[in-house]
């Protein structure tokens, strides 16, 4: 008897180590699955965002020569909400000198670097811009910095865009290039609901 319960004291003290480890892995486990429910669930960034959806008229400014006039067309937009309110969706389309333009956004809300990532393609190139930024409360902005190609000379040129949130019914999206050195805007596009 004597041997059989030191035998089975000695198991169980060679096994806490393990019981240890195996609540340890639980409590992290726990904690992991923690975090990864707040980086997945909507929050407050994408309630903002939903606010955006609808139907839109745009008014389309377009400079070519940062001292001149723009040139002005006018389109329209359709925004939703996708993948359970996680990231928006914006289809727009008008004319851009005199020709059709088809174009759209995808934008979501990174809850674990607390950043807006943005990609813009259209039927007017065959590229892809992408563009990260935060929230600006001051402003009621979304402030983001961007790259894209120049088919010109084929290297990559940043650009900044501005969202303001003028309004529900009102949002303005500023675009400002690099021109020698100097920040100027190069396109405006006005959303009216």
Known sequence: MYKF?????????????????????EDTQAEQM??????????????????SVGDWKTINRYWMDPSGDPMVTEGTAKTEMI??????????????????????????YD?????????????????????????????????MDGTMVDPMTKS?????????????NHQIIEMYMDNNGQEVKSMEIEFIR
């Open 111 to 143: 809850n674990a670097t607390g950043e807006f990532t943005e990609i813009w393609i259209d039927n007017l190139g065959t590229g892809t811009s992408v563009a990260k930024g935060t929230y600006d409360e001051n402003t009621n902005s979304i402030n």
């Open 34 to 51: 923690k975090i990864w429910t707040a980086y997945m669930t909507p929050g407050p960034m994408h309630e903002m965002m939903a606010k």
């Open 83 to 108: 993948m359970g309110g996680r990231y928006q969706t914006t289809k727009t389309s008008g004319t851009v000198m005199g020709m059709p333009m088809e174009g759209m956004s995808l934008i979501g």
């Open 156 to 168: 990559e040129m940043k650009f900044k865009q501005v969202t303001k949130f003028l309004d529900d």
């Open 5 to 25: 319960t030191n035998s089975l004291f000695v198991i169980l003290l060679l096994l806490s180590p393990y019981k240890f480890l195996i609540a340890q892995q």
